[in-house]
């Protein structure tokens, strides 16, 4: 009850902060605390001087694995995020892309592939990820963690394209978007660990 009355008389509350944007070889941002009223914080701003320093830079080196191939739900999670599609508008294009022949099964919760699907994959992958994305990709690694015989799930593989290009030129704008988004993952999956 208590809860609920809180979020009933819930009032619109602001937080400040002052951000300033750097230009250090690379272009970068800081942030101050946050604070609670906007009067503290136009008043340290009156108080910087209009030219500002870095006084002091931290380095550290971090890696990230590479990612897993798309299932379904991760390609309309990114098909989202990248271009605003609805997850039907993923999905209605995902079946298009399979029924041309460019990708694999589409309605698939697996972001695994079989040893031989990855040595299929390795014969055409660099001249496709040159020809759509104009991407120069070459296998920088021998296991990647996504070939995993063990790991697949239902009967499907992770979607994945392919090899096949016909009619790619008369792909929709749509269609173009999601096969990239596909071949781009598999560049992706495929290589070693990305370092910061």
């Not at 942030?31 to 910087?48: F, G």
């Not at 931290?58 to 990230?64: A, G, H, I, M, Y």
């Not at 098909?79 to 508008?89: A, L, S």
């Not at 020809?131 to 979607?159: C, E, M, R, W, Y």
């Amino acid at each position: 009850c208590e809860r609920f009355l809180k979020n009933k008389n819930f009032e619109k509350n602001y937080t400040y902060r002052l951000r300033a944007n750097h230009r250090l070889n690379v272009e970068f941002y800081s942030e101050t605390e946050v604070y609670e009223n906007k009067n503290d914080a136009e008043q340290i701003l009156k108080n910087l001087s209009k030219i500002h320093k870095c006084t002091s830079v931290d380095k550290k080196n971090s890696k990230k694995a590479a990612s897993l191939l798309f299932s379904i739900d991760t390609l309309i999670m990114e098909g989202n995020k990248k271009f605003g599609y609805t997850g039907q508008e993923i999905l209605d294009t995902a079946q298009s892309l399979y029924e041309k022949k460019l990708t694999s099964y589409p309605r698939t919760d697996s972001t695994y592939i079989n040893e031989e699907n990855f040595l299929k994959i390795k014969n055409f992958l660099p001249n496709l990820a040159q020809q759509i994305l104009s991407f120069t990709f070459s296998f920088s690694i021998p296991n990647p963690k996504s070939v995993n015989d063990k790991k697949l799930t239902g009967s499907h593989d992770a979607i994945v394209p392919t090899g096949e290009r016909n009619d790619v030129d008369k792909l929709s704008e749509k269609e173009l978007n999601i096969f990239k988004l596909v071949i781009a993952r598999c560049c992706q999956s495929f290589s070693e660990a990305a370092e910061y």
